[in-house]
């Protein structure tokens, strides 16, 4: 990009901050303008998030997000794991940044995707809980919900979701198509998705007839490579919402576990998710073949901790719980950023950061002005400068197992087993396993946790606090 173009853009990144300020919303949007404006060129390209196109306008990145579907954060080697094999994402978090401090949006997934599209936590989110609607599908999200895919669709993006979607059933007023998305292939439910060897998908509106023998994850990247090569011209939005490693265990081949003497169990699981490991590796190839690489920037996250609790791999590595837990392991997701000649290549990042604040990153990516507040930040300067800022408390709820609470405040965890309950209380920086509950020690953090638990959530009237019966 020419210094013309640069000094236009980053005036109009001014402009955008000061309406910002005024409006008290992204402190760190100025911050990362004021850093901006000291840096050197080195700094200033990489803070540049747009590169431009043939006919000599900037044109922002691609934004290609892979969410795994129950991958726990000690599942691949970058993470830790090591039995299961993940070359590839390995090799994708070398290129790029590994996030150990990353969250998804909830403990499973209709809440945890419901906060990723809309920049909400999970307090002031439509969707709190999975609600399923028969014969197929999950309770819609309200008709005027913005979403992510409405924002990159606002920036000129073309917009894909492929993979899984379980934000409201068919006919309903929140499918992808009614919520930003010019493209989706897929399951619309997440309860038959399930099943990996599915009788029926969907393109859009229409209903695909399968054999019941194509193993649908392999259909998703098919779907998805092919996704990539016909906007390769265009900026695009490419929301990868794979299956794999959710139940039931299926997989084509066990490869390349067939010789392991493990339980088949435990070898289809890993055999999924190695598949969806070469499958992520699949896409990189692509990229680079198309000359993408340093105009693409690749998110990966999971939208929940591990399903599973086997003794063999430790798929939540050093942290408590899983899925269906508020602990870290049932939240803390293994996330990975990737966008050479951007992000720093191999760097690991300790910024706390969760799926509702997917939506104002994009905002600041692509230079817009969000039309109502999120709960979220933009971790830009993170992704691009390997900067810590200070995010605001983290919220999350649960209500399957009657209603429970958690927040992150700094360095602190809390913790309720039901709303009245007493406060469980960690320090996630002595103690990110959360194994001493310090309530009894901090009376003064406690009470800023009870306050924040007051004032943190929306009544949901889908969701109606339920305690469980003592
Ligand atoms: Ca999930």
Known sequence: MDRQSLREQLIRRAVHSAVFSMLGLLAFDVMGLVSEARANDESERKANAQQVAPDGKPRPPNVVLILADDLGYGDLGCFGQKLIRTPHLDRLAAQGMRFTQAYAGATVCAPSRCCLMTGLHGGHASIRGNQEVKPEGQIPMPADTFTIAHLMKRAGYDTGLIGKWGLGHPGSNSTPDKMGFDYFFGYNCQRMAHEHYPPTLWRNQEVVQLDGKSYSHDLLTEEALQFIRDHRQRPFFLDLSYTLPHQKLQVPDLAPYEAETWDSNLKTLAAMITRLDRDVGRLMSLLGELNLDTQTLVIFASDNGAAYNDSLFAHSGDLRGRKRDLYEGGIRSPS????????????????????????????????????????????????????????????????????????????????????????????????????????????????????????????????PIKDKAR
Request: hydrophobic share 40%; aromatic share 10%.
């Open 336 to 463: 990975i950023a990737r966008w050479p000649d951007h992000i720093p290549a191999g760097d690991t990042s300790t910024q706390v950061w969760t799926f509702w604040d997917v939506m104002p990153t994009l905002a600041a990516l692509t230079g817009q002005v969000l039309p109502t507040k999120g709960d979220g930040i933009s971790i830009l300067p993170a992704l691009l400068q390997n900067q810590v800022v200070e995010h605001p408390p983290l919220y999350f709820e649960f209500h399957e197992r009657g209603f429970q609470q958690a927040a992150r405040i700094k360095n602190w965890k809390g913790i309720r087993q039901s709303s009245k309950g007493p406060l469980e209380l960690y320090d996630l920086e002595r103690d990110v396993a959360e194994t001493t509950n310090v309530a009894a020690t901090h009376p003064e953090v406690v009470a800023e946790f009870e306050a924040y638990f007051r004032e943190a959530r929306v009544e949901n009237p889908l969701w």
